[in-house]
């Protein structure tokens, strides 16, 4: 569409012409490209549990929380009414904190309508999902990235991205959201394609330190 504005990644074709486009405009994508094969498309379905999943992802490791949502799929805890259903008693039981407990159950009650956000603009959604308690800018990106596939967004405050960008680029430091944001720029219409592909190369260059 006109801009990039909704393009949607929801095939290999898109995120290869995706690819192939940085490929041609960066020299770090350039070598992303010729060193690792496509990277996965990391789409999840659209609504409410992968909200919530978003939530419980944040500030914890990344181990600590697939172990935490292991725990509320467990129980069945990913639609509005069975969160509301179990409570503050249950939400704490599969290992929520209490800030994230408020956060779900306000969520459940809210009324969001999930297939609505899908027609929206790229910056529409994600002021519409920062309208929620608990969903900063963070979670909502990584909402458009991966349940609606935007093409174009970039979640800038994503630690694992920033340090894939200081690797990548051979900076000094972990560049910050502020300053991560402004080098995606670069990137776009295919914000969302880079950071896919920094997600691959962060997850290779920690295998291979993992094996040195």
Known sequence: MAGGA???????????????WLAAHDAGMARIAAMLP????????????TLLHAITGQQVSTASAAAIWARVEGAGL???????TAGEAGLRAV???RPKIR??????????????????PDEDVISSLVAL????RWSAEIYA???????????AGDLA?????RLLYRLDARPGELAFRAMGQAWSPWRGVAARMLWSFYRAEKNREGRA
């Open 6 to 20: 909704m393009r949607v990644l929801d095939s290999e074709a898109a995120l290869g012409e995706g690819v192939a």
């Open 38 to 49: 496509l990277p996965p498309l990391r789409r999840r379905p659209e609504g409410f549990a």
């Open 78 to 84: 990913i639609t509005p009414e069975a969160v509301l």
């Open 95 to 97: 290992g929520l904190s």
């Open 103 to 120: 956060y779900a159950l306000a969520i459940a009650a809210s009324g969001t309508d999930f297939d609505a956000l899908a027609t929206l």
């Open 133 to 136: 308690p608990g969903i900063g």
């Open 145 to 155: 990235t991966t349940a609606l596939g935007r093409a174009d967004i970039l979640p």
């Open 161 to 165: 991205l920033q340090e894939a960008a």
